[in-house]
């Protein structure tokens, strides 16, 4: 027998602010499960939803370990006091684990496996730090040396040397992206869509993003030591890199933590769910999900 397929729809979307993934970060002292419950709960509760109006929690986590391991999607559900039907499943496509949790509500929704589900993502750096899951990429040099893998940083440094882009050029885009971020902050445009993190008491500990310098200038960044040399060299990282692409003979490293991506405390979901769930919720859809896909991509230039 043939289902119908049923349209994709977001209803609504909702984050915490962006806190440094360090230890004097002020999400530090905010576990994982309750950084991602307080944004489901803060979801079900702007659109009244009943405990058990949503049928799966589908986020993507790419360091599942610790306090972010056993099925962290199915703990911090019930912990924003959703249904204990409420089913939950966490999923790791490294940074692109978020999404891929959107794409997968998506196409349980538009399979008609599911009406309604809440899709995102959570990562505390700060209390699991990036590579606590291991891996035979960080672990095994001859798995790193047969696929081509070398870490983000390395990739950012190969491909600016291969392109020509010069550490001034990287440190202006970053410090433009400061100033837009500050910007759109003032002008109101993340009110709707960010949910201050508070502690068991109800205080805020943090109500914007914690990683935007306004005042970030190319000249402020003149100091930074690039932050991938050390890995590159001294790891063997850029001799893996060079094997892959001997034209260079070397990889300048021009990415520091001022124009890199910020290591982060958050978490993020939206609602997705079919037409007639929206209409018996009374839910406005804000966009469709038309299609999703993933693809593989080289090991050395991401």
């Known amino acids: 027998m043939n289902r119908p397929m049923h349209q994709a729809l977001i209803f609504d979307h909702l984050r915490t602010p962006r806190g440094r993934g360090r230890p004097d970060g002020a999400l530090h002292t905010v576990t994982p499960v309750s950084l991602m419950a307080q944004v489901l709960a803060g979801l079900a509760r702007r659109n009244t939803l009943p405990a058990d109006a949503v049928d799966d929690v589908v ?21 924003a006091g959703l249904g204990q039907g409420v089913a939950g499943v966490q999923l790791n496509r490294f940074c692109g684990s978020g999404l891929e949790a959107v794409g997968t ?13 809440m899709a995102g993502g959570v990562e505390s750096m ?21 696929t081509g893998f070398v870490p983000q940083g390395i990739s950012a440094d190969l491909l600016a040397t291969l392109h020509g882009h010069s550490r001034e050029r990287l440190d202006a885009l970053a410090a433009q ?31 914007r993003d914690e990683t935007i310098r ?14 991938f040399a050390e890995l590159g060299q001294n790891v063997g990282f850029d001799d893996v890199a060079l094997e892959r692409y001997p034209q260079l003979g070397a990889i300048e490293h021009r990415h520091h933590a001022g124009n890199s991506s910020a290591i982060v405390d958050g978490a993020a979901a939206l609602l997705i769910g079919d037409e007639a769930a929206g209409r018996r919720r009374g839910l406005t859809p804000r966009a469709r999900i038309v299609m999703a896909v993933a693809v593989g991509s080289e090991p050395t230039v991401m």
């Open 214 to 227: 306004a005042q970030t200038t190319v000249a402020s960044m003149a100091a930074l030591r690039p932050s």
């Open 177 to 207: 992206s400061h100033t837009r971020a500050a910007a759109a902050w003032g002008r109101g445009a993340f009110d709707a869509s960010v949910l201050p993190v508070v502690d068991l008491l109800g205080r805020t500990l943090l109500g």
């Open 59 to 79: 986020l993507g986590c790419v360091a599942p370990v610790g306090e972010q391991g056993a099925d962290i999607a199915r703990s911090a559900a019930l912990v």
């Open 126 to 146: 700060s209390r699991v730090p990036m590579g606590s899951d291991g891996g035979a990429w960080y672990t095994d040099p001859s798995v790193a040396w047969a």
């Open 105 to 117: 509500a998506a196409a349980k929704v538009t399979a008609g496996h599911a009406d309604l589900c």
